[in-house]
T-cell receptor
Framework: DSGVTQTPKHLITATGQRVTLRCSPRSGDLSVYWYQQSLDQGLQFLIQYYNGEERAKGNILERFSAQQFPDLHSELNLSSLELGDSALYFC?????????????FGPGTRLTVL | DAKTTQPPSMDCAEGRAANLPCNHSTISGNEYVYWYRQIHSQGPQYIIHGLKNNETNEMASLIITEDRKSSTLILPHATLRDTAVYYCIAAIYNQGGKLIFGQGTELSVKP
């Protein structure tokens, strides 16, 4: 158990819909990262937040957005869903911008878009 | 971030050492080598990282060549539970930023 929790574990929805994935980082971790893992693209970094502020952006689509709240939990919002958005979405946390940079990953949310 | 190259798959007998190579010929001076693994579809798990000295922890050893262009992750006594995809990543220490995952090496530990 990494200490990172993600909800829901599974999500099935239809094209065009909007969903929200939630992540609670390990206690004390200030950084939250979101990754997408699909069969054809592998594990891809989407976005990082540190203490409520966006710090790094990867290959995140404009239809996707994220935020980190004052209690440090984070949400990833996916809108206008397409079939190709079906993937595993992982959240990871680390103790911040300094330190050993070890990221602790949650169990993931499996999104299926029908 | 420097690109890393790993063999797509490897086999290892249970109880033997598993040596997983990684090539990172364009690594820069401030980039560390990190290893993560992913068992089935679980979240990736940190294994070890290093800059230029060899490193060892309770999970594995990391050997980095003197020119830092390649490294080897060693699992000293592989078990069936070590069957996973192993990712070698070059990333800047303390940047706290993204990890760029390649295709990794799928290690199969066989009885």
């Amino acid at each position: 158990d990494s200490g990172v929790t993600q909800t829901p574990k599974h999500l099935i929805t239809a094209t065009g819909q909007r969903v929200t994935l939630r992540c609670s980082p390990r206690s004390g971790d200030l950084s939250v990262y979101w990754y997408q893992q699909s069969l054809d693209q592998g594990l891809q970094f989407l976005i990082q937040y540190y203490n409520g502020e966006e710090r790094a952006k990867g290959n995140i689509l404009e239809r996707f957005s994220a935020q980190q709240f004052p209690d440090l939990h984070s949400e990833l919002n996916l809108s206008s869903l397409e079939l190709g958005d079906s993937a595993l979405y992982f959240c990871a946390s680390s103790d911040g911008l300094a330190g050993i940079n070890e990221q602790f990953f949650g169990p993931g949310t499996r999104l299926t878009v029908l | 971030d420097a690109k890393t190259t790993q063999p797509p798959s490897m086999d290892c007998a249970e109880g033997r050492a598993a040596n997983l190579p990684c090539n990172h010929s364009t690594i820069s001076g401030n980039e560390y080598v990190y290893w993560y693994r992913q068992i089935h579809s679980q979240g990736p798990q940190y294994i070890i990282h290093g800059l230029k000295n060899n490193e060892t922890n309770e999970m594995a050893s990391l050997i980095i060549t003197e020119d830092r262009k390649s490294s080897t992750l060693i699992l000293p006594h592989a078990t069936l539970r070590d069957t996973a995809v192993y990712y070698c990543i070059a990333a800047i220490y303390n940047q706290g930023g993204k990890l760029i995952f390649g295709q990794g090496t799928e290690l199969s530990v066989k009885p």
